[in-house]
């Protein structure tokens, strides 16, 4: 996997830079090519021998220092290579990569780079929790800059921990693979904006109370990644969930069914839509506007009005997608009402589940689906959420391209 890629490592000046020579020699070991610039503090707890004896190339440091000039530019440092590791990242090195200064060989090299840049964060967890440090994590993630860690456990101060530790050698080096991974994998998305609705919404009757359903928001969310992942810009609006958002992608948070119907318009134009979302497909009537007491005596009637059919008004709309995808959660007749809900929803494709509760589709990992459309019934094995979603996204770049 890391054979023939040239990484150059940034060395920050913490007590974890130590660890960071484990991290060369594993990659090392991997076939990759390891380059290191230390910064100058970073000197004070490795040196350029040792650094250089591991790595086998040499090590740099000096921003005006002649012979490391001539032999290769900062700017050739940081250009001929495909990734820039930054480890230890220390708050200080965040601050001044955050605010682009150039006072040095190490963020000079990262202010002139072209290569994808990981930063592995170790302070004490105090500087890491601090609003400055903070502020300028989220800065480098807006510029592009991917993360590993920090990871959480006992700090170099005695008796402190908490996050903000250097991430362990081993998971440096996996963050980098998979870093590398995730850039071989084709991007059949680029380009494109893809929609998904996911979870369940919920219809509140009071200020306190509210109807929902089981839905865990698990395929929806995969359906998402799996877009993100192939290169796909994703507007992903969803119900409450438990479930952490996926990767890069933009969420948008809605409760009920109305609001996700105007967050599924106000993200249009899209090139394709997904509507995983269990929507509710009733109302209350009227929401109480104070919590509806008991001591009336008899249980308040509960009156419902239709919602909405959100992938109805999209497939229907002059506005829509290119591609549209609906779901279907049947407890019968599974084909046949998908069938009729292809049409009626004016969806290319419905992908048709049967939830019924020996199934253990709500909330489960799996997920044994039948795609409905006017080329007819497929029936796919029974595979987990997350790989319906990937053979789902290759189905819609099939037919967006
Ligand atoms: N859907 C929607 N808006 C609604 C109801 C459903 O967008 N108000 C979408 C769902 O996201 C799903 C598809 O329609 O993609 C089918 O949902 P499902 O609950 O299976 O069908 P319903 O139309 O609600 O029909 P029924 O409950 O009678 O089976």
Known sequence: MLAGKRILIVIGGGIAAYKVLEVIRRLKERGATVRVI?????????TPITVGALSGETVFSELFNPAEEQDIGHIVLSRDTDLILVAPATANLIARMANGLADELATASLLAAAAPIIACPAMNQRMWAHPATQRNAARLLADGV?????????????????????SEPMDIVAGVEAFFAAAATPKPLAGRHVLVTSGPTIEPIDPVRFITNRSSGKQGHAVAAAAARAGARVTLVSGPV?????????????????????????????DAAVMAAAVSDWRPAGVAPQKIKKAAGDPPPLAFVENPDILASLGHSDRRPKVVVGFAAETTDVETNAGRKLQAKGADCIVANDVS?????????????????????????????????ERLIALIAGRLA
């Open 242 to 270: 438990s479930i952490a958002d996926p990767a890069g992608v933009d969420v948008v948070r809605v409760e009920t069914a109305l609001e996700m119907l105007e967050a599924v318009f106000a993200a249009l134009p899209a």
């Open 146 to 166: 991917r993360f590993i860690g920090p990871a959480e456990g006992r700090m170099a101060e005695r008796g402190e921990a908490g996050v903000g530790r250097l």
């Open 38 to 46: 230390l910064t100058r503090s970073a000197k004070e707890f490795v």
């Open 357 to 389: 509760p020996e199934g253990g589709v709500f909330g489960g990992d799996r997920n044994s689906v039948r795609i409905v459309s006017a080329a007819g019934i497929d029936a796919w094995p029974t595979l987990s959420k997350d790989e319906v979603a």
